[in-house]
């Protein structure tokens, strides 16, 4: 099927520093297909369809093609929204809370945020080129954000010192990789019990282990 003059010219605007811009109208429709791939994905795994997809987003399939080729970008567009809210979710607790609880509240953050990826581990594993940039970004801002706010908390004396945030990052993925009995706030139980053994008590002056 040939798209309309307007469709080929609707998806960007006028170069502008080297870089397509979407339109308002394009981007719009990018917004709502990737926002109704993350529920979808949240809620019955990244194997949902394009046309569950499609029909959430209240648009057509022609569409959703033409802003995402293939399954894997579509994939690779929501990791990536998704990963930028976690990392802003960093910066704003940073500034709302005392050091550990803004650590302790991002943890249980970055949680829900594995815990929804149902079925992406299978595909990251396909070797598909697309989800290389993934890891890419994982480690250039979601690692970051782990460091800095274990750095503060361990700085305040509120955490365990002498962590890497790599190795906090890897217990709370494997925590939410668990299930028991079925129950879907396991994770977050678990996680959250992690996030004590954590943090630092004092008594007589003196930092005591939870």
Avoid at 81 to 110: F, I, K, N, Q
Avoid at 157 to 163: C, D, K, S, T
Wanted: proline share 4%; with cysteine.
């Amino acid at each position: 099927m040939n798209a309309r003059p307007d469709d080929q010219n609707a998806g960007t605007s006028q170069k502008e520093g080297g870089k397509r811009r979407l339109r308002a109208d394009a981007q719009r429709s990018v917004d709502a297909i990737v926002a109704a791939a993350k529920e979808l994905f949240a809620t019955t795994g990244v194997d949902a369809t394009t046309r569950e997809i499609a029909d959430r987003a209240g648009i057509g399939m022609g569409t959703l093609f033409r802003r995402f080729p293939q399954r894997a970008d579509l994939i690779a567009a929501v990791f990536h929204s998704e990963m930028d809210a976690c990392a802003g979710a960093a910066t704003t607790l940073a500034a709302e809370y005392p050091p550990a609880e803004a650590l302790a509240r991002w943890m249980l953050v970055y949680a829900e945020f594995i815990a929804t990826k149902r079925g992406l581990a299978k595909a990251l594993s396909s070797g598909d080129p697309v989800f290389v940039g993934l890891f890419v970004r994982f480690d250039q801002i979601l690692r970051p954000a782990a460091r800095i706010l274990y750095k503060a908390a361990e700085a305040a004396g509120q955490v365990r010192p002498n962590l890497d945030a790599t190795e906090i990052l890897c217990a709370v993925t494997t925590l939410c990789m668990s299930t028991y009995d079925g129950k879907p706030d396991h994770a977050g139980q678990m996680v959250a019990i992690f996030v004590e053994g954590l943090q630092l008590q004092h008594c007589c002056g003196r930092p005591v282990y939870a």
